[in-house]
């Protein structure tokens, strides 16, 4: 399916980045009245902000997905905008989480597994609650959960994975009460309540859905959704590895292992039958804000904290730096602020940028030690400088998965991955492992099927990848 592209961008240095940044923030010439309007005292944005669990970039009808049909995300596509090249610099739960509420790398908000929490590093909403801000979190937070109590001036959070059915959920006297239905009903019930009942202007609410993390439990009334639907085979789904490194054989991320007993098909559509609940209750939330009168000047944003495989290579999860892992969703509406509706945007964006991005469009400055750029002048349809390539890690090993550590950097077209030398002495594996490499170019090979870090032609496109990861990681302050 073809999808309109934006113009392209010259890459700037770090200094020119940080400057081009601040100064979208600080320029007031040639703003448009919404905009204005928008930073005046007592007009200042309100933030809904909904983030979903293991969604990949491709799992909406308004990017292209032939199963799942998803109308309320697609009218934030068509009145707002939608970021077509969205990353996680990290592809796995709570490091990412962390990354988006700090806008910086994990190996600096020092959440690198799933087992850390977020100790001591300030994060968006703290900024916003000092420039006035009413703050509620809903939703799973993962191990982030003590990190974050606390934080909010109405905290509606749980930790660990949840449950889909009947789940024990926070409500608003501050005790956790069983309640009956779904998970994803039930923190939308929450939501819902904050805006109508308990949401004080300007407000920021956090609604971070459990949906579609494993295992895909779907609401009864999804349950026979897309029964009759043909999946289609992933792309690479018989991959035998030939020309991989052993970091990839040795991982245990097997569909057989996730699915059980149940066709692997079948099994898919429990995934995007989640989908579909998370989808309908996105239409309760733009629902509530239309009735309110709140829709024209509150920013909504909808996206996810990491990709998933869906067969892909065989796999499921997440955690290496392949494309159904790395690339998420992500849309933006603010009617008062960013028209056009209906636009893509092109060039590479992480989640270390919605951080500052929020807080720019909010009228404030991000502190100087977040990592990300405010899309700002994307999302005003400006020309500015902006990244060419980015920088890629993950940590947790040894683990259930297997994954080893990696790392790398992804262009507009190269995709250069490095597995650095490890050890490990709690599993059945070789206890050593040495250097591997992964080298995919993207224009000619999407699907990531031919490894070329061993093709004598692409000798010298290897070493200039491996040199550009060395001056990211400098420039990101990861230093051994």
């Known amino acids: 399916m ?168 926070p409500g608003f006297g501050g005790k956790a009460a069983a309640g009956t239905g779904h998970v994803t009903d039930l923190l939308t019930d929450r939501a819902v309540a904050y805006l109508r009942e308990h949401r004080k202007d300007p407000f920021c609410l956090l609604l971070w859905f459990k949906s579609p993390h494993r295992p895909w439990v779907p609401a009864e009334r999804f349950r026979t959704l897309y029964r009759d639907v043909e999946v289609p085979d992933p792309p690479a789904f018989e991959d035998d590895y030939a020309g991989r490194p052993s970091a990839i054989r040795h991982t245990r991320m097997r569909v057989e292992t996730a699915k059980g007993r149940m066709p692997f098909k079948d099994w898919l559509k429990d995934y995007y039958r989640t989908i579909a609940g998370v989808h309908e209750n996105v239409g309760r939330v733009l629902k509530a804000l239309d009735e309110l009168k709140l829709a024209e000047n509150t920013i909504v944003v909808f996206t996810s904290d990491n990709g998933f495989f869906l067969g892909e290579h065989h796999f499921f999860d997440k955690r290496l730096m392949y494309e159904p892992s790395i690339r998420i969703p992500m849309l933006i509406r603010w009617p008062a602020g960013v028209r056009p509706g209906g636009r893509t945007i092109d060039p590479m964006c992480l989640n270390t940028d919605l951080a500052p991005t929020l807080l720019d469009l909010a009228g404030l400055k991000a502190p100087a030690d977040m990592q990300g750029a405010s899309w700002r002048p994307l999302l005003e349809g400006r020309e500015a400088p902006w990244r060419k390539s980015w920088y890629y890690e993950y940590f947790e090993y040894p683990a259930s998965h297997s994954v080893r550590p990696n790392r790398g950097v992804r262009t507009e077209r190269w995709k250069y991955i490095e597995y650095p030398p490890c050890r490990n002495r709690r599993s059945k594996e070789p206890a050593e492992f040495p250097a591997e490499y992964e080298l995919y170019d993207l224009q000619t090979d999407p699907h990531e099927v031919r490894n070329r870090a061993g093709d004598p032609s692409c000798a010298a496109k290897l070493a200039e990848l491996g040199k550009e990861m060395a001056r990211l990681r400098k420039e990101t302050g990861d230093v051994e």
């Open 2 to 169: 073809a999808e309109p592209t934006e113009r392209r961008f010259v890459r700037p240095s770090r200094r020119e980045f940080l400057a081009a940044a601040g100064a979208g923030a600080a320029l007031a010439t040639g703003r448009t009245r919404r905009a204005h309007a928008a930073e005046a005292p007592g007009a200042r944005p309100n933030i809904v902000y909904m983030m979903t669990d293991d969604q990949r970039w491709d799992g909406m009808s308004c990017a292209g997905n032939r199963i799942v049909r998803t109308p309320h995300m697609d009218r934030l596509a068509a009145e707002g905008v939608r970021l077509k090249n969205m990353f996680v610099t990290n592809s796995l739960c709570a490091p990412s989480r962390a990354t988006f509420l700090t806008g910086k790398y994990s190996h600096v908000h020092g959440v690198r597994t799933n087992r850390a929490g977020l100790a001591g590093q300030p994060i968006f909403t703290d900024r916003l609650r000092k420039a006035g801000y009413h703050t509620c979190f809903v939703g799973k937070a993962h191990t982030l959960h003590r990190a974050l109590r606390g934080r909010f001036d109405l905290y509606l959070g749980f930790g660990g994975q949840g449950r889909y059915t009947n789940p024990a959920l």
